[in-house]
Nanobody, 124 residues
């Protein structure tokens, strides 16, 4: 089992920044590739970003490239998502997830563990 707890969400004006954190406990964090997803009201959960098990590879959905950065701190069992130049359309509940593999994974159906989510609201 892996437990994932997100934090760092909140209300921010358009153009602002937030840093989301996802703290992992349980099985060895270093065995898992990690991802961030988001779900806006009335919409499906969508992929945002992913990082490899080693931390040396990342992948982003096109709408966040150049604005969001995913990283991991293995010593802290934590993965981060830095959100810059936020837009109202970034408003959603953001979830982190873990998958027992080495590479980046885009498909949410492949992830093994999920956090409870943290709300990000961007006002215009």
């Amino acid at each position: 089992q892996v437990q994932l707890v997100e934090s760092g969400g909140g209300l921010v004006q358009a153009g602002g920044s937030l840093r989301l954190s996802c703290a992992a406990s349980g099985r060895t964090f270093g065995n898992f590739a990690m991802g961030w997803f988001r779900q806006a009201p009335g919409k499906d959960r969508e992929f945002v970003a992913a990082v490899t098990r080693s931390g040396d590879g990342t992948y982003y959905t096109d709408s966040v490239k150049g604005r969001f950065t995913i990283s991991r701190a293995s010593a802290k069992n934590t993965v981060y998502l830095q959100l810059n130049r936020l837009k109202p359309e970034d408003t959603a509940v953001y979830y982190c997830a873990a998958v027992l593999t080495s590479g980046v994974v885009v498909d949410p159906g492949r992830y093994d563990y999920w956090g409870q989510g943290t709300q990000v609201t961007v006002s215009s």
